[in-house]
């Protein structure tokens, strides 16, 4: 089965307090986003990856690339304005039978495990999406009031979101929707029951200072 990566690298260094998007901070000498790449490449042989960016980081992202042996195996991707169209523009250059996953590009410590895992459940489920269960205490907010919630009931959603490319490429030509979350929540509309799997807590999203130092601590531990 073909298998494609859409990365989604949209972000901003707003919240690092940075002029650098936090996609191509560096992580141990390397862009955050060199790390992600280089895990789906290594994850499989034959898969196709689709870096989604903006357009003003597309020269930045082909230096990236270039990085790479394996670069004839990564295509860049005009961003949309929203998730929704960054991922709905990946989707556009996928014809084929496949296994697609969507991943957060700065998501840089995924490992093929968690990679080979969607993989397989996908094939014989239709989708994976990586979660774990929550550690802290929730309360939901309730106009002024707040009302303590089930921990156990609740899972913190991870990517890649994996799905076959038939379910997948036939939920994003939906119309957007404000409640569009992430990949499931557009899957789901449109009848598609979702498939959990276990997902890893060092699957981080780097989105804060504190998290780049985190992650360079599991890497050096890995």
């Known amino acids: 089965m073909k298998k494609y990566a859409v990365i989604v690298a949209g972000g901003t260094g707003l919240r690092m307090g940075s002029f650098i998007p936090k996609q191509f901070l560096l992580l141990k000498g390397k862009p955050l986003l060199w790390h992600t790449l280089n895990t789906f490449l290594d994850a499989y042989e034959d898969i196709q990856i689709l870096l989604v960016l903006p357009e003003e980081h597309i020269e930045t992202g082909n230096e990236l690339i270039n990085l790479f042996d394996k670069k004839n195996q990564i295509q860049l991707v005009k961003g949309g304005i929203?998730?929704?169209?960054s991922v709905q523009n990946g989707l556009k250059l996928i014809a084929?039978?496949?296994i697609v996953f969507?991943?957060?590009g700065v998501r840089c410590l995924v490992t093929k495990n968690?990679?080979?895992r969607c993989y397989e459940q996908a094939l014989l489920k239709g989708s994976a999406v990586p979660a774990v269960a929550a550690t802290d205490s929730i309360r939901?907010?309730?106009g002024e009031k707040s009302v303590v919630a089930d921990r156990n009931k609740v899972r913190i959603i991870q990517t890649p979101q994996t799905f076959k490319s038939e379910i997948i490429l036939k939920a994003?030509?939906?119309t957007y929707k404000e409640n569009f979350t992430d990949e499931a929540t557009v899957v789901e509309a449109t009848g598609q029951e979702i498939f959990l799997i276990e997902g890893e807590y060092e699957?981080?999203?780097?989105?804060?200072p504190v998290d780049l130092l985190i992650a360079e601590k599991i890497l050096e531990e890995r």
């Not at 929203?82 to 169209?85: A, L, P, S, V």
């Not at 699957?203 to 804060?208: F, M, P, V, Y």
Request: overall charge negative; aromatic content about 12%; glycine content about 0%.
């Open 172 to 174: 994003f030509q939906e």
């Open 82 to 85: 929203t998730r929704f169209y």
């Open 96 to 98: 084929d039978e496949s």
């Open 102 to 104: 969507v991943h957060d």
């Open 140 to 142: 939901i907010v309730e």
């Open 114 to 116: 968690l990679i080979h």
């Open 203 to 208: 699957n981080i999203k780097i989105t804060r």
